[in-house]
């Protein structure tokens, strides 16, 4: 096997029966009650930890046990997927297989076929100085996921996408796309911001240098979470003014 | 309140006796088949018989029946009720008598058995008084063997004894005990649930000549081990199950020609449409739109029935299609035996004129199956007419109830469960046909055969449970069988924003809004899959159980392992 990658599956409960949760050596399986309980911020976290690739396995509408649990969870994937794309993280490295446990498919086939796919890409954190840049991402990319702006629009995305609202109208997918896309863009150096000042007191200037990004739209953002009650000014070191992250709750 | 909203899957709202089938089919899907039957009995003593000859509701109610076909469900409660019998069964014990009022029940059909099993359950002295020789009334007597095997009958039967009811065969209510000797004798409560036992007449000429057998006449004579002439050319008149089965056991006792005669289209006939291909395979022909006129004997035996062809009329106000004869059609048939099948009626001459209404059943408020004789309740075909096993099973467990409140003194009407809620709409999904042969059910298996197939089956019967779309809410399936962790959403309220987003996401409707625009999780429907915690928000949501942080040491475990 590939040097060991880490892998993480996580599969519905109800996906299996139990004579064929068997997977090779060097994954782990997580049984959750449906994929539609991942909370995205489970699995950037695993990446964040080093896990090198992460597949998870729910179950094809109709048969998910939920209903429609496992339509919400695929919804999540593929909001995982844009995030990992700003991240600068191979969006292979997450799979989503949607299986009918009617189908009798063996998960280790399914797993190792995953394997397969993701080995050129070697493990995730390569010991090397960008790897420092990865985690800095990623955990800008979990921040990103708990604000509400992001969990608001994606829990509402079948909604919108779906079903007609009462004036007879449905956004198509390439308009939720490109509104989740614009909205991810922006918490997501939000969350950046955010960080860096979590750290110690930084100006926009020393933002913008550290994250790449232009200072007026720092600036901007910096309002935002102004207003949003996230950030402060610690203090004003000559005319320049440093921000400071807030806690919350 | 009389009837309140119990949340109930649709196939277990359609079930009349309310077997938990999705806490079932949850089972089988874990390959936990004993403990599966254990759960059908909770609700129901008779899953071998329900398991082959079961009309079942829930399967025409079966959420799935919009997306491809029903679950098999009954095909697997055959198959687990089979499994049980052929591991062993876990030996019953007598429950302990809690109550000392007798209770006195007439009639071991599967009402009469229904109600002496529940309260034998809850611990009263019951009697069952049955007039043939061995219980189980039309489970025993006229449903064919082909269809439901006696010692399947006997088997289960067996389990409602052992749990301590006494029973007294030979003895006929009317004749050799009344209303008033139990009375006497100290049974404090009565059940009646006699069937209906008599077949209708045709009320032709002939009708009394030999060779002429009314089909409940027919099967119970067959049943009780009676010799019969059957007849090379056979009629059966009549288009209901109980036609079908007079006229496909005729033909396996040797009949050449086996025809069924009746009056409507094939579109009307009350036999379900799986029972009229099955009698078609077996060979047995029908004829529509015919009614008999009269049949003709020679010597004193039958010779032919004559018939007028009918046309049927526009729908009348119940939209029903009545037959009308088209004069001077005149034909015969030529037979030498007539099988009449047009339905039984209740032999009301042993009852207590009070208890009978109009109709020629015994009166009986729906719901609480009191008749006006106070402490006497009667239920089953007795009351509805002819129906089905598991619409008796229903009026044995409402009657038991109601007794037992009658004599603790309480409410007899309170809080029945009558109606039930559909969890989800799936109706506008297009309605698929409904599915007669199951993957897991053969009917025809000698008893060597049936050990190997149940092996062979026991995967295929977990497939099939798993197209359950657990469309309802936590069955409970699960309690003392260590399976499943149960888990609920819990709002943090000083969290919530009252956003909706859980509201709109549940996918059983789980979740609404209080007063204060703050989001309230129905324990009862909820069912712990945390799609809506992954999303919320606020991250005001989280599960009892397994809550994110949960899965997220979870995840370090299995790093932390990784790494030694
Ligand atoms: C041929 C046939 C096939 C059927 N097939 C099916 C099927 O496949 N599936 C299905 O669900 N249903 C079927 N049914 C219907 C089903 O059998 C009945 O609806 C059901 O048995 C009714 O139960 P019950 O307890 O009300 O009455 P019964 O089963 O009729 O039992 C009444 C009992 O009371 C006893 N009794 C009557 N009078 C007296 C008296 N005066 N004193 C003492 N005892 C008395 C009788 O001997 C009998 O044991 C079929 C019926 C027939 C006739």
């Avoid at chain 2, 009676?226 to 033909?251: C, F, H, Q, S, Y």
């Avoid at chain 2, 399976?483 to 979740?511: H, M, T, W, Y």
Wanted: glycine residues 8%; neutral net charge.
């Amino acid at each position: 096997m590939e040097a060991g990658l880490r892998i993480i599956c996580f599969i519905c409960d109800w996906a299996f029966p139990e004579w064929s949760i068997e997977t090779p050596p060097n994954v782990s399986v997580i049984q959750v009650k449906c994929i539609g309980r991942l909370d995205p911020i489970i699995i950037l976290e695993a990446f964040a930890r080093g896990v090198d690739g992460v597949i998870v396995v729910g179950c094809k509408w109709p048969d998910c046990h939920f209903i429609d649990g496992s339509l919400y969870g695929e919804r999540t994937i593929r909001l995982l997927k844009k995030i990992m794309a700003l991240t600068g993280l191979e969006t292979e490295r997450l799979r989503l297989e949607m299986v009918s446990p009617i189908e009798n498919r063996s998960l280790s086939s399914i797993v190792e076929k995953f394997i397969d796919d993701i080995k050129d890409f070697g493990p995730l954190f390569k010991g090397k100085e960008a790897d420092k840049e990865l985690l800095f991402n990623l955990q800008a990319a979990e921040q990103a996921v708990t604000w509400s702006r992001l969990r608001m629009l994606s829990g509402r995305e079948r909604k919108l996408t779906e079903k007609v609202n009462v004036y007879g109208e449905r956004i198509s997918q390439e308009e939720y796309d490109r509104l989740i896309e614009e909205a991810l863009e922006e918490e997501y150096i939000r969350s950046k911001i955010y960080l860096i000042t979590k750290g110690k007191p930084a100006s926009v200037e020393e933002i913008s240098r550290r994250i790449g990004v232009d200072s007026f739209l720092v600036l901007q953002h910096i309002v935002t979470l102004r207003r949003k009650g996230l950030l402060g000014v610690d203090r004003i070191e000559g005319y320049t003014p440093l921000y400071k992250a807030l806690e919350v709750g | 309140m009389r009837g309140y909203v119990k949340k109930f899957p649709p196939c277990r709202g359609a079930c009349p006796a309310h077997v938990n089938v999705q806490a079932y089919v949850c089972l089988i899907q874990m390959g936990k088949f004993r403990e599966a039957v254990e759960v059908i009995r909770r609700d129901l003593p008779f899953p071998a018989i329900c398991g082959r000859v079961c009309f079942s509701p829930c399967e025409d109610a079966c959420s799935r029946i919009n997306i491809d076909q029903s679950v098999a469900i009954r095909s697997l409660k055959r198959l687990v009720a089979d499994i049980e019998r052929e591991q062993g069964r876990v030996a019953v014990k007598p429950v302990p008598k809690k109550y000392d009022e007798k209770v006195a029940i007439i009639g071991a059909g599967p009402a009469g058995l229904a109600a002496a099993y529940e309260l034998a359950k809850l611990g009263y002295p019951v009697t069952v008084f049955e007039r043939m020789p061995e219980l189980g009334g039309m489970m025993r007597y006229c449903i064919p063997d082909y269809r439901l095997e006696k010692f399947v009958v006997k088997n289960e039967i067996d389990y409602i004894l052992g749990l301590g009811v006494e029973v007294k065969t030979g003895v006929e209510f009317g004749k050799d005990i009344t209303v008033d000797s139990l009375k006497r004798d100290g049974y404090k409560a009565i059940f009646i649930a006699i069937g209906a036992q008599l077949s209708a007449k045709l009320n032709i000429p002939g009708e009394d000549l030999e060779g002429v057998i009314h089909a409940v006449d027919f099967l119970r004579s067959l049943a009780l081990g009676k010799r019969l002439n059957i007849g090379e050319t056979v009629a059966v008149i009549g288009g209901g199950n109980t036609a079908i089965d007079a006229a496909r056991t005729a033909k396996r006792l040797g009949a050449k020609r086996v025809m069924i005669l009746y009056r409507r289209s094939r579109e009307e006939m009350p036999a379900h449409p799986w029972e009229v291909e099955m009698a078609e395979k077996d060979g047995v022909k029908f004829y529509f739109l015919v009614a008999p006129k009269r049949i003709i004997g020679e010597g004193g035996r039958v010779r032919a029935v004559e018939c007028l062809r009918m046309r049927l009329s526009e729908p009348d106000e119940t939209g029903r299609r009545r037959p009308i004869p088209i004069p001077f059609t005149e034909h015969q048939y030529e037979v030498d035996m007539v099988i009449p099948a047009i339905g039984q009626v209740v032999e009301i001459s042993c009852l207590p004129p009070e208890i009978i209404g109009k109709n020629g059943l015994i009166e009986a408020d729906p719901v609480t199956l009191e008749t006006k004789i106070p402490g006497v309740f009667a239920g089953g075909d007795a009351v509805t007419g002819p129906a089905s096993i598991i619409e008796a099973v229903g009026a044995g467990k409402r009657a038991a109830l109601s007794i037992h409140r009658y004599l603790r003194g309480e409410a007899i009407e309170e809080e029945r469960i009558e109606e039930t809620t559909w969890v989800k709409d799936w109706s506008l999904l297009e309605k698929k046909e409904r599915r007669y042969e199951s993957p897991v059910e053969k009917p025809h298996l000698s008893f060597e055969e049936v050990r190997a197939y149940l092996e062979r089956v026991q995967r295929a019967a977990r497939f099939e449970a798993f197209r359950c779309l657990g469309c309802g809410p936590c069955a409970e399936c699960l309690a003392g069988v260590d399976l499943c962790v149960k888990d609920k959403a819990i709002v943090d309220e000083s969290k919530c924003v009252g956003c909706n987003l859980c509201v709109e996401i549940c996918p059983f409707g789980a979740i609404v809004k209080n007063e204060s625009g703050v989001a309230q999780v129905n324990e009862e429907i909820c069912k712990g899959c945390g799609t809506c915690a992954a999303r919320c928000p606020k991250e005001a949501i989280t599960l009892e159980n397994i809550s994110t942080d949960k899965i997220l040491s979870a995840l370090s475990n299995a790093l932390v392992v990784r790494v030694v």
